[in-house]
Structures are given as C-alpha cells and as structure tokens.
C-alpha cells in the first residue's frame, strides 16, 4: 500500500491538464507560448488524499521525503483553491481512471505521454480536435476519424492518438 501511495502521488506531483490549463504553480496556466498538456488523473490513494482534509493529508504527507512533501503540499494547495465544482469533476475523473482496467489506464498513459511530448503547435491542433471528438457519440467519433478531410490533417501516430484518448479519457463536459 505505501508503494501505491507514493506511485499515486508522483503522479499528482507531475505536470497535468485541468480543463485546458496545465496546473503549474503561480497562476495555473501553461507557461507563456506553451500548449496545455494532458493529465493522467489514475489513482486510487490520490483521490483518497484529494478528499481529506488538509489536516489529514499532513500527518500522510509527514511520513514521505522532505523534497516530496514540499512539492506535494504545493500541489494540494493548488487543488483547494479551485472551485468546489472543478475538485469535484477531478474527483470524479479519478474514480473514472481507477474503474478502467490496467491495460486501459496504461493505453491511456502512454497516448498521454505522447500526447504531452508533441510540439507545442500539433498539441493545440490535437487539443482541438480532442475536444470535438469527446463530445460526440461512439458512432459519430468513429465516422469524423475515418473522413478523409479529418484524416488528412493527422499524422498515423496522432490519428491513433486521438482514437485512444477520444475513446477512454474523460474531458470535461463528456461525463
């Protein structure tokens, strides 16, 4: 359990996507010029952390290295300070990413990867398109991927990318 704990909490540490904005400290926006990256929300003892009390996440916070809890700390302020209704999506993408099953969640890990190390100009394009494709039904999604329009402003790689993410990764206003 406290090997799960501090994986689940690396990855809270790690750069991540909230509805379009990459958290980062000092106002929660990419850093100028930059292109919003992807989170990877999976994590049973996250969202556990995530809904305690700050009181409670200290005494969990006090048992990991000094380095970790500074960076984390930082992070768990960053999330108390967002509006009750974006914590509560978070949350709710949390459980959604620890319902999938491993081989999903690492699909999904590794397409946000890819996702997070394109150039900042196909992020945005991506990001976009992303977007439509998660607001649309299972059907509509597999017709706008196969339409030759839509195909060709995609390399293979980002077109299986978005297939992925589009498919299994909730975004806001999809839940």
Avoid: C, H
């Avoid at 969990?60 to 000094?66: G, R, S």
């Amino acid at each position: 359990m406290k090997r799960y704990l501090q994986i689940g909490l690396m990855l809270l540490a790690g750069s991540f996507m909230l509805s379009g904005q990459a958290l980062r400290p000092g106002g929660g926006t990419p850093k100028k010029g930059g292109a919003p990256r992807m989170m990877n929300p999976g994590g049973g003892p996250v969202e556990r952390m995530l809904a305690m009390t700050p009181e409670q996440r200290e005494r969990v916070l006090e048992k990991l290295p000094p380095g970790k809890q500074a960076e984390l700390r930082k992070r768990f302020e960053q999330f108390d300070k967002r509006p009750t209704e974006e914590r509560q999506r978070l949350l709710r993408q949390w459980k959604y990413m620890e319902s999938l099953s491993p081989e999903k969640r690492e699909l999904l890990a590794r397409q946000m990867q890819a996702f997070n190390a394109l150039p900042d100009d196909r992020r945005v394009v991506l990001r976009r398109a992303l977007n439509q494709l998660s607001r649309l039904t299972p059907e509509e999604r597999e017709a706008r991927l196969a339409a030759e329009p839509f195909k060709s402003r995609f390399s293979a790689t980002e077109l299986q990318m978005l297939s992925d993410l589009s498919n299994n990764f909730p975004v806001p206003g999809k839940e």
